[in-house]
């Protein structure tokens, strides 16, 4: 299994807390992600980083901020939690994609449920 | 924006049985994945395709690149075969558009 650890793995917090997910990975992989899971919506991509402090949007990056200052952590901050962003988050990390079947695969850490009330 | 559809939504066999799952999806793709979603919530990859087919074990999954369809078969199927499957494509760069899972139920 590929090193991936998230933290926490709950947290229940209030409207209009910021909220702070960790993703840590022992693998130096290049690319790391941050995805959000809803039911009746799956998987879907809320920011990407491909290298320490180059990161990107993605399909649902509104209220969402990350940072990446080394290479093994990822930061996903939301400034003022809503009701909304109650989901599960995934991360996930990848090597340069350069060709070969392995190359792109994603790998996930376990998952971050959160609630906000 | 990539579309992917997934069929059934949900599936039950009995074990034993041969089970296939659908993925189609509206553009092309450099490369369609498969994932396997635990029902403890973790996510495995379980195959990545750009053509033809490839076999692991008792899970085979085949691409047509042509029709934008994939399909994941599960030979001999067991109850911790219990899972969502889903599909993901990958487009431009590294990102992966997701399917929203098929719920896979095997009984005893």
């Known amino acids: 299994d590929a090193g991936i650890t998230q933290s926490p793995r709950h947290k229940v917090t209030e409207t209009g807390t910021p909220v702070t997910l960790r993703c840590h990975q022992t693998?130096?992989?290049?690319?790391m992600y941050w995805y959000r899971q809803d039911p009746g919506h799956g998987l879907r991509l809320i920011h990407y980083s491909y290298g320490v402090k180059d990161t990107d949007k993605g399909e649902v990056s509104d209220g969402y901020s990350v940072s990446r200052s080394k290479t093994e952590d990822f930061l996903l901050t939301l400034e003022s939690a809503t009701s909304s962003q109650t989901s599960v988050y995934f991360c996930?990390?990848?090597?340069?994609?350069?060709?070969?079947?392995?190359?792109?695969?994603?790998?996930f850490g376990p998952g971050t449920r959160l609630t906000v009330l | 924006k990539n579309e992917v559809e997934q069929s059934p939504q949900n599936l039950t066999a009995q074990e034993g049985e041969f089970i296939t799952i659908n993925c189609s999806y509206s553009?092309?793709?450099?490369?369609l994945h498969w994932l396997q979603q635990h029902p403890g919530g973790g996510i495995v990859s379980l195959f990545m395709l750009s053509s033809g087919k490839k076999k692991h074990g008792r899970l085979i999954a085949t691409i047509n690149i042509q029709e934008k369809h994939s399909s994941l078969h599960i030979t001999a199927s067991h109850p911790r075969d219990s899972a969502v499957y889903i599909c993901?494509?990958?487009?431009?760069?590294?990102?992966?558009?997701f399917g929203g899972g098929t719920r896979l139920m095997v009984k005893p």
């Open positions: 996930a990390i990848s090597e340069v994609p350069s060709g070969g079947d392995q190359a792109d695969t994603q790998y």
């Open positions: 693998e130096n992989h290049r690319y």
């Open positions: 553009v092309g793709i450099s490369a």
């Open positions: 993901a494509v990958r487009e431009a760069g590294n990102m992966l558009t």
